[in-house]
């Protein structure tokens, strides 16, 4: 079955520090990964998208890591900033028949605090 | 270009009645698909429109359908609303259905009292 996972569910961290949050699935075919950011009421924005070359992709203070191997994805943020504060989703993409099959994870709900 | 444009962003209903929302998508994008997000439960895919053709549909009662026209705007309907359908409902859009990359509009908020 596809699936992916995120994790933890939601993360406080304060204002300068650094955060990993984790992705794994069993999506298959594996197209590619990608993350989003999602502000409170807002729709997601994506931040990265990884292809299964790919092991390391970078967008500012935003690191993503991927491991085709192992199934495991991991979203990096150097020195957070109050505005980094939202949810974080994972999707995976399948290459099915008629195009692209998405394949959402639940999201981590980061805060950082000042 | 504009974004993925939905309205109305926010919806008091009550119990039993039914609602419309409507998406444009981006221009040139073709295929629309429609989200359900509660707290703690993240996107819960409703259903997805190519070409005015329904191509997927997610797990949810027959209450949630939709319909897309020939401009590519799409309208999802609930029918006799129940308290569990109050979430924010978010439209994306993609070009064709093999793009990967989905944008999302802001959402509409919808209160079911």
């Known amino acids: 079955k596809n699936q992916v996972e995120q994790s933890p569910q939601s993360l406080i961290i304060l204002e300068g520090k650094n955060c990993t949050l984790q992705c794994n699935y069993t999506v298959s075919p594996f197209s590619n990964l990608r993350w989003y950011k999602q502000d409170t009421g807002r729709g997601p924005v994506s931040l990265t998208i990884m292809t299964f070359s790919e092991n390391t992709k970078s967008n500012g203070r935003y690191t993503a890591t991927l491991d085709a191997d192992t199934k495991q994805s991991s979203l990096h943020i150097t020195a957070s900033q109050l505005s980094d504060s939202a949810s974080y989703i994972c999707?995976?993409?399948?290459?099915?028949?008629?195009?692209?099959?998405?394949?959402f994870g639940a999201g981590t709900i980061l805060r950082v605090k000042s | 270009k504009a974004g993925v444009t939905q309205t109305p962003r926010y919806l008091i209903k009550t119990r039993g009645q039914q609602v419309t929302l409507s998406c444009s998508p981006i221009?040139?994008?073709?295929?629309v698909s429609w989200y359900q997000q509660t707290p703690g439960q993240g996107l819960q895919f409703l259903f997805e429109?190519?070409?005015?053709?329904?191509?997927n549909k997610g797990n949810f009662p027959g209450r949630f359908s939709g319909r897309q026209f020939s401009n590519s705007r799409s309208e999802m309907n609930v029918s006799t609303l129940e308290l569990g359908d109050s979430a924010l409902y978010l439209c994306?859009?993609?070009?064709?259905?093999?793009?990967?990359?989905?944008?999302f509009g802001p959402g509409t908020r919808l209160t079911v009292l």
């Open positions: 221009s040139g994008h073709r295929s």
């Open positions: 994306a859009s993609r070009m064709t259905q093999r793009e990967n990359e989905q944008f």
């Open positions: 429109y190519f070409s005015e053709t329904q191509r």
């Open positions: 999707v995976v993409s399948a290459m099915v028949g008629y195009g692209n099959k998405l394949v």
